[in-house]
């Protein structure tokens, strides 16, 4: 009988309502686990709904970022291995609020794909959950799209929405001085940006993502894929603590991109190469794609992917407290006179 006398549906165009709700109910417990002060419902409804006295605040302002993973979802794609791009989802949304001075307290996930694969989808959004649950931040809500004839075969793309919050006049940056010092957290690695230049140097090398790696023990696809580390809750200690004036996340553009934008114009820092070691994976860029000092600076995070500025005489005392949590801490300069970044010494890679 042909489609015509059968009568068309939406599921043979390709769209499965019924995975759709089947994912939804595998979820639910790991978006349960997230809930925090100032949740109000859980996932199913049209809207989400969340309670800023209940979570504590006074005179809140709110604050919001949204980012995605960029091409590491290729790698993700062609390993097969989807347990992390999650976590780097929330932590490329959340360490940005909290460089406003904000703390995270809600996300949503837009997960699209041509064919909805519900153990693979969970997977994903399990780790947007861990990722939400290591931030203090709830997944109240998200969007799961099948779009047939959109994507290829397999492939999916995602973003991230996050929301926080802070009192009035608490926000960052502020009072960054000539003479403050800047305190860089260490990274997992590449985290989430500089994915494009990392395929063409594995490829310029003839590299696929089963051999091993070159630069740490595993396969090259599974070292890559380490996921972005979350700040959060060690950088809203240290700016309770007092004497924080500024933080900027080290994502694409580096070092000499993102530090200005937390400066005033009048102001830039220099910065000592030497005062930190990268994890291997960027000596290994730089060799293996012959990639400039300039270029690696301005791309990837180069072992640094967060950096606070603070006043000089807390930041032996914002050190100790970020080391005690768990965080690898170098001193890598101090702010000056004159706009942009300056760089000295022979970095470690």
Same mark, same amino acid.
């Given at each position: 009988?042909?489609?015509?006398?059968?009568?068309? @549906?939406?599921? !043979?165009? =390709?769209?499965?309502?019924?995975?759709?709700?089947?994912?939804?109910?595998?979820?639910?417990?790991?978006?349960?686990?997230?809930?925090?002060?100032?949740? *109000? $419902?859980?996932?199913?409804?049209? =809207?989400?709904?969340?309670?800023?006295?209940?979570?504590?605040?006074?005179?809140?302002?709110?604050?919001?970022? @949204?980012?995605?993973? =960029?091409?590491? %979802?290729?790698?993700?794609?062609?390993?097969?291995?989807?347990?992390?791009? !999650?976590?780097?989802?929330?932590? *490329?949304?959340?360490?940005?609020?909290?460089?406003?001075?904000?703390?995270?307290?809600?996300?949503?996930?837009?997960?699209?794909?041509?064919?909805?694969?519900?153990?693979?989808?969970?997977?994903?959004?399990?780790?947007?959950? $861990? !990722?939400?649950?290591?931030?203090?931040?709830?997944?109240?809500?998200?969007?799961?799209?099948? *779009?047939?004839? *959109?994507? +290829?075969?397999?492939?999916?793309?995602?973003?991230?929405?996050?929301?926080?919050?802070?009192?009035?006049?608490?926000?960052?940056?502020?009072?960054?001085?000539?003479?403050?010092?800047?305190?860089?957290?260490?990274?997992?690695?590449? +985290? #989430?940006?500089?994915?494009?230049?990392?395929?063409?140097?594995?490829? +310029?090398?003839?590299? @696929?993502?089963?051999?091993?790696?070159?630069?740490?023990?595993?396969?090259?696809?599974?070292?890559? %894929?380490?996921?972005?580390?979350?700040?959060?809750?060690?950088?809203?200690?240290?700016?309770?603590?007092?004497?924080? +004036?500024?933080?900027?996340?080290?994502?694409?553009?580096?070092?000499?991109?993102?530090?200005?934008?937390? %400066?005033?114009?009048?102001?830039?820092?220099?910065?000592?190469?030497?005062?930190?070691?990268?994890?291997?994976?960027?000596?290994?860029?730089?060799?293996?794609?012959?990639?400039?000092? #300039?270029?690696?600076?301005?791309?990837?995070?180069? !072992?640094?992917?967060?950096?606070?500025?603070?006043?000089?005489?807390?930041?032996?005392?914002?050190?100790?407290? %970020?080391?005690?949590?768990?965080?690898?801490?170098?001193?890598?300069?101090?702010?000056?006179?004159?706009?942009?970044?300056?760089?000295?010494? @022979?970095?470690?890679?």
């Amino acid at each position: 009988m042909s489609d015509a006398k059968q009568g068309l @549906t939406y599921s !043979g165009a =390709g769209v499965d309502i019924d995975a759709g709700n089947a994912l939804v109910d595998r979820i639910k417990p790991a978006a349960k686990a997230t809930q925090r002060p100032g949740t *109000m $419902a859980g996932l199913g409804g049209f =809207g989400a709904l969340f309670d800023l006295k209940g979570a504590g605040y006074e005179d809140p302002i709110l604050v919001a970022a @949204t980012d995605g993973v =960029g091409t590491k %979802l290729r790698l993700a794609i062609d390993t097969g291995k989807l347990d992390t791009v !999650g976590v780097d989802l929330v932590a *490329m949304c959340v360490n940005d609020l909290v460089c406003q001075g904000a703390e995270p307290l809600f996300f949503l996930d837009y997960f699209a794909t041509g064919k909805l694969l519900t153990e693979e989808a969970a997977t994903i959004i399990e780790g947007i959950a $861990a !990722g939400c649950a290591a931030s203090g931040c709830a997944l109240i809500g998200g969007e799961t799209a099948e *779009m047939p004839g *959109m994507y +290829h075969a397999g492939d999916f793309d995602l973003a991230g929405f996050a929301v926080g919050a802070m009192e009035r006049g608490t926000d960052l940056p502020a009072g960054v001085s000539e003479g403050d010092v800047l305190l860089g957290l260490g990274s997992n690695g590449v +985290h #989430s940006n500089g994915f494009s230049l990392v395929r063409r140097v594995a490829d +310029h090398v003839g590299l @696929t993502w089963t051999d091993a790696a070159p630069f740490e023990d595993g396969p090259v696809g599974e070292a890559l %894929l380490a996921p972005t580390r979350l700040y959060v809750l060690p950088a809203l200690a240290a700016i309770r603590a007092g004497g924080v +004036h500024a933080l900027a996340h080290i994502t694409g553009g580096g070092l000499t991109e993102n530090l200005p934008r937390v %400066l005033p114009e009048d102001l830039g820092c220099d910065i000592d190469l030497s005062s930190w070691t990268p994890p291997a994976v960027f000596g290994w860029l730089a060799e293996a794609g012959n990639v400039a000092q #300039s270029e690696m600076l301005k791309t990837f995070n180069c !072992g640094i992917g967060m950096v606070l500025v603070c006043a000089p005489d807390r930041a032996d005392a914002l050190a100790e407290l %970020l080391s005690s949590a768990g965080e690898s801490v170098s001193r890598l300069g101090i702010v000056t006179t004159g706009a942009g970044v300056r760089y000295s010494g @022979t970095p470690n890679w």
